[in-house]
């Protein structure tokens, strides 16, 4: 049997992250994430992979802007339930990573996505918004929302992290 040639490719380019990890753990997370939302710093390879980006930037608040494509969906012909949990992740993993100080890591430990209603290409751009729920010294929690233009929700997300402070936070880099 013949296969035949696939209609629909895609070429995924991104820059060396060494000098976002550099930056990672001399700067505020503040600090590093006004660079990545500002084209000072690339962007993590995955935000170049799954095609989302930083909007807003402000202590306990990170938006981020994604459009759906076609690469992502699943078999049903939605986008994938991992890709919206993955926008919706670093929503909220971003929005706990600015309020922290330098060399302050942090780590998701619990995970939590509803689904709404389904994503597709018609769906239109979609915005992912963070939002710091708690953060103390060691926990912090988090929600996010996914919304369309109009502020129509199609999925919400909760987490812990765990904050990774002096040694811990430098065996986590290694």
């Known amino acids: 049997m013949e296969s035949a040639a696939p209609d629909r490719y895609?070429?995924?380019?991104?820059?060396?992250?060494?000098?976002?990890?550099?930056?990672?753990?001399?700067?505020?997370?503040?600090e590093l994430l006004h660079r990545i939302a500002g084209h000072q710093l690339p962007p993590p390879p995955v935000a170049d992979l799954l095609g989302f980006e930083p909007t807003f930037v402000s202590p306990g608040l990170v938006v981020f802007a994604y459009e759906p494509r076609e690469e992502h969906y699943n078999a049903l012909g939605t986008?994938?339930?991992?890709?919206?949990?993955?926008?919706?992740?670093?929503?909220?993993?971003?929005?706990?990573?600015?309020?922290?100080?330098?060399?302050?890591?942090?780590?998701?430990?619990?995970?939590?996505?509803?689904?709404?209603?389904?994503?597709?290409?018609?769906?239109?751009?979609?915005?992912?918004?963070?939002?710091?729920?708690?953060?103390?010294?060691?926990?912090?929690?988090?929600?996010?929302?996914?919304?369309d233009v109009a502020g129509t929700l199609y999925a919400t997300s909760s987490s812990t992290a765990m904050i990774l402070a002096g040694r811990r936070a430098k065996l986590l880099a290694a």
């Open 79 to 147: 986008v994938h339930g991992g890709i919206v949990t993955t926008i919706l992740d670093t929503a909220m993993s971003c929005a706990v990573h600015s309020e922290l100080e330098s060399g302050v890591a942090y780590a998701t430990v619990e995970l939590k996505t509803s689904f709404v209603r389904p994503v597709t290409l018609a769906t239109g751009p979609l915005r992912a918004e963070g939002r710091v729920v708690h953060q103390g010294s060691r926990i912090a929690t988090a929600e996010a929302k996914l919304l």
């Open 10 to 30: 895609r070429v995924v380019t991104w820059q060396d992250p060494a000098a976002l990890h550099r930056a990672a753990h001399e700067l505020t997370g503040l």
